[in-house]
């Protein structure tokens, strides 16, 4: 009984807040409204107690992802993460070892060919999921959320060039998976223009158009945009793309700004990334 009055209640919370932030768009969308949300929210469904949604590496963070923008672009070095080279190495044998073609066959009929998965998404007890949970990057993402962080999936992707249109990652679109929400994409090889960098719009400009079309931060109505339609709401030159060497990264709240995966043109592109959300998400993943 209690549960279903707690799964009433949630489901009450997720259509309010969404109706309200489609209705108000961009002005609802802001700083107090979202922590107010996200405090009734945790309350409400989830069955952790307060102390365990407290984070816990925050007041290690050497850096911050200033709440205008919802991004934040550095390196390995600068932010102090271990253990890349091991990583990154374990990386590229991956990349030489694995059977590319059987890969290819496997993800050709599903909604995102053009990417393969090197490594398991979930998490487990390997050295990917090692590097993701390290402190120094918790403590960033936890100084962003205000509350615990989980490491819900890391990647090991080649995004490889394909023909046809852009599809799913290709086209603009916001993640659904919480209020706030951090993903990094860390690059294991240079990255250029001709590879599809990954592609974003600061959330000061993304913003201004959360009310205008689909249902706000629901995945399965949300349409997904391309750079046509993207440039007559938000001029190219608010657009950020992320190319440069081996080592650099960008974390960004995926759920505030509107990205993509650029089509790779000749080159295949080669990324770590990882996805963090709080302990009690809004969509669970299977
Ligand atoms: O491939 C990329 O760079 C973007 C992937 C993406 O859109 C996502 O992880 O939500």
């Given at each position: 009984m209690v549960r279903i009055f707690m799964l009433s209640l949630r489901r009450l919370a997720i259509t309010t807040f969404d109706k309200s932030q489609y209705l108000?768009?961009?002005?609802?969308?802001?700083w107090p409204f979202e922590q107010l949300m996200c405090f009734f929210w945790r309350r409400l469904v989830?069955?952790?107690?307060a102390e365990s949604i407290?984070?816990?590496?925050?007041?290690?963070?050497?850096a911050e992802i200033p709440e205008a923008t919802k991004y934040l672009a550095s390196n390995v070095k600068t932010l102090g993460l271990r253990d890349f080279a091991e990583m990154s190495a374990a990386a590229h044998r991956l990349l030489e070892t694995s059977d590319l073609e059987a890969l290819k066959k496997k993800k050709?009929?599903?909604?995102?060919?053009?990417k393969l998965d090197l490594v398991d998404p979930a998490p487990g007890p390997d050295l990917f999921t090692a590097f993701a949970n390290q402190p120094a990057l918790i403590a960033i993402v936890e100084r962003y959320l205000g509350v615990k962080a989980r490491l819900y999936e890391k990647y090991v992707w080649l995004d490889i060039p394909l023909e046809g249109e852009a599809t799913t990652t290709q086209l603009w679109h916001r993640d659904p998976d919480d209020f706030r929400g951090i993903k990094i994409f860390l690059h294991l090889d240079e990255v250029t223009e001709e590879k599809g960098p990954f592609t974003f719009i600061p959330a000061q400009h993304s913003?201004?158009?959360?009310?205008?079309?689909?249902?706000?931060?629901?995945?399965?109505?949300n349409r997904r945009l391309n750079d046509e339609e993207m440039a007559s709401y938000?001029?190219?030159?608010?657009w950020v793309k992320r190319m440069g060497p081996v080592g650099e990264l960008v974390l960004v709240d995926t759920m505030a700004c509107f990205h993509k995966g650029e089509k790779p043109k000749k080159k295949p592109r080669f990324l770590f990334s990882a996805a963090y959300t709080s302990v009690s998400p809004r969509v669970e993943w299977k």
């Open positions: 108000l768009g961009a002005h609802i969308a802001n989830s069955s952790s107690s407290q984070p816990t590496a925050i007041s290690h963070a050497i050709a009929d599903g909604p995102n060919p053009y913003k201004k158009i959360y009310g205008l079309f689909g249902r706000f931060r629901r995945y399965a109505t938000i001029p190219e030159e608010f």
